[in-house]
């Protein structure tokens, strides 16, 4: 039996267990949309390619899985590459479809050609131009081992629209064998011993947590090392959510808007134990000055993100979860076991961090940023799915919405793309229908995607966007403010739309908050409204984010008003 190459293509995706599709049609596609709504896969159309992959990343996050995309070729393509960036730089697993130009016409310019491999070929974990439909199952196959295998990533397989239209005989992909590509899972257990033996020696240890706990679904297992070694534990931005944060050993987030007790435990800790982290330079500030006192190990399945950035002592290459597992199980079999009391001098130095410099902020007659999210946190019980856009918006929802899951904080991490909590919330909303989802934005992050908020309303999706609305791009502002003589050049926003009525032209419901007494009440509404919302609260337009580390110093060095 013959089969098209669309018919390969969903029977392809089907076998994958994809049920949800996010995209935009175009000409180099419009074959497999014309038989996508026949098959039992949910198309969202977004409003644009962009918001398509920032979706599937919501979405990927959010449900664990893998986020599939489609769009059509040349600028359909190309607007995918910030969103993919953005993926890539985060480790998330995600499957971008292409439309190409029949083959017969790539190199030659064509209308609405682009060479979308060769662009993405460095944001990519890798990509793929199918040439021949016997290929097309194999590839798609492997398109998806790629990305949710080893240290997961975007990749980006490109269809040319003669492939769709020809036939091949059936077959099913076989297994994935990939001879160049086999991620190492399982560490190498003489490294876990030199790991066992510091732990026995350190007196003051650390656990760094970064966003491969949540990726390789690892934070039970971090659970049980802290609890084993009765050691802190302080984590990434991408990490927020892999240790509870009510947790008493739970130090708040590291690095450049890290606390206080954070960044201090990081100098002062002589074993810092670092699990699936890249050192991130707003991580670590100046190199010299990072963890000076510290015996490193470093646990990833990456070997090449270990030694990059920081020398280690013990370096780990293996799976998070995996490592985690064996090194509790190596710990409890030597019968090692640290009680409460056993770090009481270490929780002590931390304690008195604490009470010295907390997060806070005064909320006097107009309403702080900070407020707006503290009472979100309260209202929603720390259970919500937070996605967020990019800037001072993004700092306060880390440091003042308390997670205590794992696939609940959904940001743009590493590349720090303006635009992706609103598209993402959309994803993740789909992902968690049983969840309340909201993307916390600023007035000038929400507007690089404010079109999604057409696709929210037409699938029904009772997402929640609050805007921080301080009139300004507030985090270049703050930039501007301390260390360019307050010269906001190109950072007030003259003019922004008047977000209520934006939400009614969408068929949203909008609200507004001016004055900090109508911030609880706002929220309320908002929240036990089941549809789309726009929350917009007029915040202090000169509100920094504290802590704060100025680049090139160390983390310790911390401007803390």
């Known amino acids: 039996m013959h089969q098209s190459g669309v018919d390969i293509f969903l029977r392809s995706l089907m076998e994958e267990g994809v049920d949800t599709i996010f995209g935009y049609p175009g000409a180099a596609i419009v074959d497999i949309h014309h038989q996508l709504i026949q098959a039992p896969i949910r198309h969202i159309l977004v409003r644009h390619e962009q918001g398509a992959v920032h979706a599937a990343d919501g979405y990927a996050r959010a449900s664990g899985g893998v ?68 290929d097309l199952a194999r590839v798609i196959k492997e398109a998806f081992h790629l990305a949710a295998s080893g240290r997961p990533g975007p990749v980006l397989v ?42 026995q020696k350190a007196q003051k240890p ?3 947590a970064g966003g491969g706990i949540i990726l390789s679904k690892a934070s039970q297992a971090l659970n049980r090392l802290a609890h084993i070694i009765n050691a802190p534990v302080t984590a990434t931005l991408m990490g927020l959510g892999a240790f509870p944060a009510d947790s008493p050993r739970w130090l708040g987030m590291i690095g450049m808007h890290g606390t206080y007790r954070a960044n201090m435990a990081s100098a002062a800790c002589d074993l810092m134990i670092a699990v699936g982290v890249r050192f991130d330079d707003r991580v670590t500030g100046k190199i010299e000055g990072f963890a000076p006192h510290a015996k490193i190990v470093h646990i990833d399945i990456d070997p090449t993100s270990i030694r990059k950035n920081v020398p280690v002592t013990v370096p780990v290459v293996g799976d998070c979860r995996v490592t985690l597992n064996r090194l509790n199980r190596l710990l409890q079999e030597a019968g090692l076991f640290w009680s409460p009391d056993s770090r009481e001098s270490w929780m002590a130095e931390i304690e008195t961090w604490k009470q010295t410099h907390q997060m806070r902020y005064e909320q006097a007659d107009v309403i702080k940023p900070q407020y707006v999210v503290e009472k979100l946190h309260a209202l929603t019980d720390g259970e919500a799915v937070v996605t967020t856009e990019v800037g001072q918006n993004q700092m306060w929802a880390a440091q003042y919405y308390h997670f205590n899951q794992p696939n609940c904080f959904i940001t743009s991490g590493g590349l720090g793309c303006m635009g992706f909590g609103l598209p993402a919330a959309i994803g993740a909303q789909l992902a968690r229908p049983d969840r309340v989802v909201v993307d916390i934005a600023g007035d000038g992050s929400i507007q690089m995607n404010i079109q999604e908020m057409a696709t929210a309303v037409q699938y029904d999706l009772p997402i929640k966007v609050i805007i921080l609305n301080n009139q300004y791009l507030g985090m270049v502002r703050q930039w501007q403010e301390l260390f360019y003589h307050k010269c906001y050049a190109c950072t007030k926003m003259e003019h922004t739309p008047d977000f209520l009525k934006l939400a009614e032209a969408y068929g949203a419901m909008g609200l507004r908050a001016t004055r900090p007494e109508e911030v609880v009440p706002v929220l309320k509404e908002g929240l036990s409204i089941p549809r789309t919302v726009i929350m917009e609260f007029m915040v202090e337009p000169e509100e920094k984010v504290y802590p704060m580390v100025p680049a090139g110093a160390p983390i310790t060095e911390m401007l803390l008003v």
């Open 206 to 208: 650390l656990i760094l």
């Open 158 to 199: 490109d269809l040319p629209k003669n492939l769709m239209q020809s036939t091949a005989p059936h077959t099913s992909a076989a297994a994935v064998d990939i001879k160049s590509y086999q991620p190492t899972y399982h560490p190498n257990v003489k490294q876990l011993h030199k790991v066992v033996e510091l732990i």
């Open 67 to 134: 986020g599939v995309c489609l769009v059509t070729s040349g600028p359909g393509a190309t607007n995918t590459v910030s969103g993919i960036a953005s993926a890539y730089a985060d480790s998330i697993p995600i499957v971008v479809f292409t439309g190409q130009v029949p083959t017969a016409l790539i190199g030659n310019d064509a209308f609405q050609e682009v060479d979308i491999v060769g662009i993405t070929r460095p944001c990519t974990k890798h990509n793929y131009l199918v040439t021949r439909i016997e």
